[in-house]
């Protein structure tokens, strides 16, 4: 049958008419393409006040998508999911594939722009009200659309396995856990466990590359379906002073060939982009958020990784979490926080129904305030988790973890966004003639109260909402009612949930106030000038407790042991768990000496300041000490049994009077040693692997001789180091005897002239010095344990002993450094100063380091220069060639630790490039080990042996300045290949904009009076 006759207007192009021997007419008779190239030809893309930048937006965030395809491909070639091959794959990819890092970095960059893209897509067609009728589908497409690339971008970070993409998995996904109900579930879900595993790996990387995938595609085409279908949008007048008449007949462009040419040139645009931001900034730009360097390898062992911060497209849900308290309004914290941003995202979803003035074509002022008020909302938090303003900190301190840094971070981040928002202001005043600002100003304002007034930020969005709810009223006085109606519906809720919380009932396990006896209740109740003896926290904690402890109050308080309010309140103040609580209440000598009725100031255990002295009397020290942790309460040192009501005959005869307690204090080792512990079946009982050997150590050393042989009373015993009450494990912060304290317990006494009055040192002539405490905190040791908290460093104790305290021998000095230093000692018994140390009688690390005051040993000690230690020992007792020894040690040194850092420096300056240099800085790590073990091999003072070590250090270096300088000569190399294929592109898109120029010239723009008199919703 003989085709109909072609119209001249739908007529194919020539080579398809010559028979079909051509093959656009081979595919023509097959596919029909001449219908699609003619419904190309008639689309026309509406032109109205708005720049036509906006109509492209779709296009280029599609473009970016087809990217990630092609990139993802080509990734999935080498990439393994797994434990051990997740993360090496990845740097398999980075490092030995060829390209492989550019087909990486432009799939993360590609990733973020398509993003970016995304939201300015949709912000634009809320702006250009194109979500107007009957177009709400195709919004509603274009949320989903959003979230699958939000999906794409969550699933994809963990991908590669590394440290920083792990703990930010671990931190987004633990929010699930505020869906109510199926929070707990759901995270599961996700995780396919309680933690972030490799089943979490799996489960993404099945989400990333099919279920996604699948999901984006079927939403695209029926989000271009519709697109087609429909047509783009008309542009709305934005001015609202100008009438609404008839729409005029509205300026038109051809899809094809004028607007298809200008999106093919913001496509070859974007390739540029990409090339210029893969090749320059292949890690990202190094913001929170916005860097996929690959670094270390996940260790879910590890502690989490420190500033860790989701992607920039989740950072205000991040900081939005953060402002909510544990609980708001009956719920969890983060329950009511995602219950917020469920409400936002549902109002974003359903504004087409909303807004129907749009619908109408006429301009929407209070939507147009409504969409910039929420991107200052967006604004304010992203600023805020970006921590602007932000006091300097160490690296991994939260800035926000101070009262002064979260207020310094809210003050400039709300200064920042006053600034943004007047200028657009102005813009939306001067250039759109807009005058509905009362939405916007409402963030801005919170951001204000909660910036500068020091006001919450629930408590400022509490303010700007009831301002809202008024600008509601006053705006729609038809919603007049609906409005207030919603008003009294939240203040009746508020009040509601915050009488709920005021009339909890007390937990499961714990007494109604009903059944509180009355005398309690008086004690509870008993005032002094006008306030409460007991507070309102102290209230609170008995409330608190186990119903069988408030009943040991009960009984305390019938038994007469307890009837003084600030005896009370002193026991309740405590921050002690619940056991211990119930541990004091069963011991009737804590009760009794907490009773300022019942004891007078020497013996009452009570709450003290900083500044009082007499602490062994603070009841802070008293529940805190080990021994009544362990079960030893006061009857354990001073007799009698805890049920005790009155003072026994036992604890008379125990203890010794006060008088004698202070004249002889020879006791006190005697006493703790002999009791309890040098006896190994009762020590036992407690803890096995405690030694029993402190008080034949004690003995013997010269606190032990000046106390029990001399009788010096002011000699060192067991509380003067341990303490009376207060006695905790050495492993405590708090405890006297921690590594960290052990110098200022050991300086109370060798520090104070008083103290030390009298005592000499060996020689039975010399004064013992007191400035040991002084020197220590300055050298090396004292700044490690006392500054850097290294527990590796020496105190007093490593170096004189503990229970055993003695000052070291001169032959001994080297025994004692040597327990940490081995092979430094090793070195120096093979070396010529062996013998010339042994025949001086000097002590041998002493002599150069120094003792209390030893200095970090540095190359300057070295040589013949200022600050050596040789010089001196060699001129008066070496021979020549000892200072020419001396000097080649420093000068090689010297040379090898700067060869060391110059590579290093190399080194930083290529991975800032871009480049993943592990093996080299693997290398410079093990120069720096070969240059630790040269400046150790100085003790041998052999210069063969040295230069074997310092000449592997130098090959070393050199091998790893070569191959820094073989990747850095490859990135010149990627410079001219950038330069030379962004030429090309710039090339190709100047022609195309040329040809652009020549289409547009040959059809200008022109109205149609049939479509002028199309509705908004007919296809174009």
């Known amino acids: 049958m003989a085709r109909p006759a072609e119209s001249p207007r739908h007529a194919p192009p020539p080579a398809a008419r010559r028979g079909g021997r051509s093959i656009w007419g081979w595919f023509d008779e097959r596919f029909g393409l001449d219908e699609l190239v003619a419904f190309a030809r008639h689309k026309q893309v509406p032109v109205g006040e708005h720049s036509l930048f906006w109509y492209f937006l779709g296009g280029v965030t599609l473009f970016f998508f087809v990217v990630q395809i092609v990139t993802g491909i080509l990734l999935l070639m080498y990439y393994q999911a797994g434990e051990s091959t997740s993360y090496e794959s990845m740097r398999y990819i980075v490092t030995k594939v060829p390209f492989g890092w550019l087909v990486r970095s432009v799939h993360c960059w590609s990733a973020h722009l398509m993003i970016l893209t995304l939201l300015l897509h949709m912000w634009s067609v809320f702006f250009l009200r194109a979500y107007r009728k009957p177009r709400e589908i195709t919004w509603l497409t274009g949320i989903a659309l959003f979230g699958l690339a939000l999906g794409f971008g969550f699933s994809g970070y963990l991908l590669p396995w590394n440290e920083l993409a792990f703990f930010a998995t671990a931190v987004g996904t633990d929010s699930v856990k505020a869906v109510p109900v199926i929070g707990e579930w759901l995270l599961r879900v996700l995780r396919g466990g309680d933690e972030v595993s490799i089943r979490t790996l799996y489960r993404f990387y099945a989400l990333h590359i099919t279920v996604l995938p699948i999901a ?12 087609q279908k429909q047509g783009m949008a008309r542009p709305v007048p934005e001015r609202p002073e100008e009438p609404v008449r008839e729409p005029e007949p509205s300026r038109g462009m051809p899809f094809f060939p004028n607007f298809l040419l200008r999106d093919l040139l913001l496509w070859l645009l974007a390739v540029n982009l990409l090339a210029l ?4 900034l292949p890690h990202g730009p190094g913001i929170p958020g916005f860097e996929w360097e690959l670094g270390q390898k996940a260790d879910p062992l590890q502690p989490a990784y420190p500033g860790i911060k989701p992607e920039w497209y989740f950072l205000w849900m991040y900081q939005l979490l953060k402002e909510f308290p544990a609980h708001f309004l009956g719920m969890e914290g983060p329950q009511a926080c995602l219950a917020l941003a469920t409400v936002l995202l549902g109002i974003w979803c359903v504004v087409p129904f909303l807004d129907r003035r749009a619908a109408a074509n006429r301009p929407g002022p209070a ?3 409504f969409g910039v008020g929420i991107l200052y909302f967006l604004a304010f938090l992203m600023l805020k988790a970006w921590d602007v303003g932000a006091p300097a900190v160490e690296h991994g301190v939260d800035p926000a973890g101070t009262a002064e840094g979260a207020a310094s971070i809210a003050r400039a981040s709300a200064a920042w966004l006053a600034g943004v928002a007047l200028g657009v202001t102005v813009v939306r005043r001067a250039l759109f003639g807009h005058r509905y600002f009362w939405i916007s100003a409402l963030p801005v304002l919170q951001a204000a109260l909660h910036g500068f007034a020091g006001l919450s930020y629930l408590g400022a969005a509490g303010v700007s909402v009831a301002l809202l709810v008024v600008v509601l009223v006053a705006t729609w006085r038809r919603a007049r009612a609906a409005a207030l109606a919603a008003l009294t519906l939240v203040a009746v809720l508020a009040g509601g949930a915050a009488r709920a919380q005021e009339a909890a009932p007390p937990a499961a396990s714990s007494l109604p106030e009903t059944s509180w006896p009355a005398p309690f209740l008086r004690l509870l109740e008993a005032e002094r000038g006008g306030a409460r003896v007991v507070s309102e926290r102290a209230l609170g904690r008995f409330r608190e407790l186990p119903s069988h402890a408030q009943e040991l109050f009960f009984v305390a308080q019938s038994k007469g042991l307890l009837d003084s309010p600030d005896q009370l309140a002193a026991l309740l103040e405590l921050e002690i768990a619940d056991e211990h609580v119930e541990l004091l209440l069963t011991d009737n000598c804590v009760l009794c000496h907490t009773n300022p009725d019942q004891q007078p100031e020497e013996t009452l ?5 900083p500044d009082e002295t007499d602490r062994h009397l603070d009841l802070r020290e008293v529940v ?12 354990g040192c001073h007799g009698g049994k805890p049920t005790d009501e009155e003072m026994t005959d036992e604890i008379y005869e125990r203890w010794p009077e ?10 006190i080792p005697r006493f703790c040693g002999e009791s309890c512990h040098s006896q190994p079946g009762f020590m036992r009982r407690f803890n096995p692997a405690l030694p029993v050997d402190q008080m034949i150590k004690y003995r013997e050393s010269r606190h032990g001789v000046a106390l029990l042989g001399r009788g010096n009373q002011r000699a060192a ?13 050495p492993s405590s912060p708090q405890s006297l005897v921690n590594p960290v304290n052990i110098p200022a317990t050991c300086g109370r006494c060798h520090a104070d002239p008083r103290a030390m009055r009298g005592a000499v040192m060996d020689d039975g002539r010399t004064p013992l010095p007191t400035d040991q405490l002084e020197r220590y905190r300055d050298s090396v040791h004292g700044r490690a344990l006392l500054e850097e908290h290294d527990l590796g460093a020496p105190a007093c104790n490593d170096c004189h002993g503990n229970h055993a305290a003695m000052p070291p021998a001169v032959a001994s000095v080297s025994q004692i450094c040597r327990n940490c230093h081995v092979n430094n000692g090793k070195l120096f018994d093979g070396s010529p100063h062996k013998a010339a140390f042994e025949k001086h009688g000097w ?13 970090r040993a540095s190359d300057a000690m070295l040589g013949t220069g200022p600050g050596s230690v040789c010089k001196d020992c060699h001129d008066r007792y070496g021979r020549p060639e000892c200072n020419d020894t001396a000097q080649h040690f420093h000068d090689r040194i010297v040379a090898l630790d700067g060869e060391r850092s110059a590579a290093a420096a190399a080194l930083e300056t290529a991975e800032r490039e871009g480049h993943d240099l592990a093996d080299v800085r693997f290398a410079l790590e093990g120069v720096r080990d070969i240059l630790v073990e040269a400046r150790s091999k100085i003790h041998a003072f052999d210069r063969a042996e040295f230069d074997k070590t310092a000449n592997r250090g130098f090959e070393e270096t050199a091998r790893a300045r070569a191959r820094t300088a073989e990747v850095m000569e490859e990135y010149g190399q990627r410079k001219i290949g950038l330069a030379i294929s962004t030429l090309i592109v710039s090339i190709v898109a100047g022609l195309l904009y040329l040809k652009i120029r020549d289409i547009d010239r040959a059809s200008p723009l022109a109205a149609s009076p049939r479509e002028s008199r199309t509705e908004p919703g007919e296809r174009r």
């Open 624 to 635: 805190s000490d080990v021994h009544l942790r362990r079960g030893l309460s006061c009857s």
């Open 658 to 667: 006060r008088d004698k307690r202070l004249a002889d204090r020879s006791w």
């Open 717 to 729: 015993q067991c509380v003067s180091c341990h303490g009376v009450h207060g006695i905790r494990r």
């Open 277 to 280: 931001l893969a090749v320059l």
């Open 843 to 855: 002590p041998e690390c002493e002599v150069c380091h120094g003792k209390h005051d030893i200095a």
């Open 367 to 369: 939507f147009t305030d």
């Open 605 to 609: 255990f009570r709450l003290l300041g």
């Open 216 to 227: 984006t595609f079927a939403v695209v085409g029926v989000h271009l379906l519709l697109i």
